[in-house]
């Protein structure tokens, strides 16, 4: 076991190393570097050269690597198999659980039911109790169907009240409109009687343009008159 150990820790090393030659030959060949050796000059293509075949060689290798054996633990716990679970003792020896028969089985359940009953009755809780609580729960579900007309009743209520607060915006709104309405009638009266006013001054100038008309063709009635006379 221990030089199964030994030989998987190598193992474990050669690769970390294997991979490491492999990154920083990817890096030297990603930033285009140069280990000058002297009289030899290894590039990024080299070291990534030389780390890839040192991968190889270790996968190559790890091939033949002989299969560590697990823990057979079906043998300890026999139901991962499909087989009965084991009982241990303390000891790790199986066990032997007793088996009770009937009567000490009756026996259990009747020291139950008398330790029951004598809690129940320590506790003060018997069938007049019983009944107590059972009538209080029907006065609740009395009461209960009491309130739900009331409740009903409330929420007819908050309806109401909702649907009056919506016919008082209703309202509002009507009254705003009529409001902009009644402005706009204004305008046009006051627009209307404008109108009225200036064709009653374009009627009068006209009446005194027809005058001063009518006095010029009297005036120039005249004067030819005048230069008929002369001739």
Do not use: C
């Amino acid at each position: 076991m221990a030089k199964s150990k030994a030989t998987k820790k190598i193992m474990n090393m050669v690769y970390g190393l294997g991979a490491s030659v492999v990154i920083i030959g990817a890096l030297f060949k990603i930033l285009h570097w140069e280990l000058d050796l002297g009289a030899i000059k290894l590039g990024g293509g080299t070291l990534l050269a030389i780390g890839l075949i040192t991968e190889a060689l270790i996968f190559a290798i790890s091939a033949f690597e002989p299969v560590e054996e697990g823990y057979d633990w079906a043998v300890v716990f026999p139901e991962l198999a499909g087989g009965q679970p084991r009982q241990l003792g303390f000891a790790g020896e199986q066990a032997q659980v007793p088996s009770k028969s009937n009567v000490e089985i009756q026996a259990i359940k009747e020291s139950l039911s008398e330790k029951l009953d004598g809690i129940l009755k320590e506790a003060k809780v018997d069938a007049e109790l019983m009944q107590s609580l059972a009538k209080s729960i029907r006065n609740f579900e009395g009461a209960a169907k009491e309130i739900a007309p009331v409740a009903d009743a409330m929420a007819s209520t908050h309806k109401y009240g909702e649907e009056l607060s919506e016919a008082a915006s209703n309202l509002e709104s009507l009254n705003s409109l009529y409001k902009l309405q009644l402005e706009r009638t204004e305008r046009q009266v006051s627009a209307q009687a404008g109108i009225a006013e200036n064709l009653d001054s374009l009627n009068r100038q006209m009446l005194s343009f027809k005058d001063n008309l009518k006095s010029l063709n009297t005036i120039y009635g005249g004067m030819l008159s005048a230069m008929g006379g002369a001739r």
